[in-house]
Nanobody, 121 residues
Framework: QVQLVESGGGLVQPGGSLRLSCAAS????????MAWHRQALGKERELVAR???????NYADSAKGRFTISRDNDKNTVYLQMNNLQPDDTAVYYC???????????????WGQGTQVTVSS
């Protein structure tokens, strides 16, 4: 059974930094793209950053220059380094990965349970 486990969220002051981690485990054959999404109260879920299997990246405009997404394929882990955090970054952050499990013909979209990031003075 495939599972995504997130860590690194918490409370931070404006201008501070956090590093989110998400590790995939289980009967995994391969992982394609990995990404981070977030959802603030009263707003729709939005893509923050995505990294492809070839390490190409995409960022939301609000994240460019402040956030960095990376991955460690040996550990099946994706990271999100967040610098200069602002109150507008407050949201639940969700890990997402496109994974092909063993004995499955298709790639499936998996999600973590989410981790709270709160930016406040």
């Amino acid at each position: 059974q495939v599972q995504l486990v997130e860590s690194g969220g918490g409370l931070v002051q404006p201008g501070g930094s956090l590093r989110l981690s998400c590790a995939a485990s289980g009967t995994i054959f391969s992982i394609n793209a990995m990404a981070w999404h977030r959802q603030a109260l009263g707003k729709e879920r939005e893509l923050v950053a995505r990294v492809a299997s070839g390490d190409s990246t995409n960022y939301a405009d609000s994240a460019k220059g402040r956030f960095t997404i990376s991955r460690d394929n040996d550990k099946n882990t994706v990271y999100l380094q967040m610098n200069n955090l602002q109150p507008d970054d407050t949201a639940v952050y969700y890990c997402n990965a496109e994974i092909k499990p063993y004995r499955y013909w298709t790639v499936r979209d998996y999600w973590g349970q989410g981790t709270q990031v709160t930016v406040s003075s």
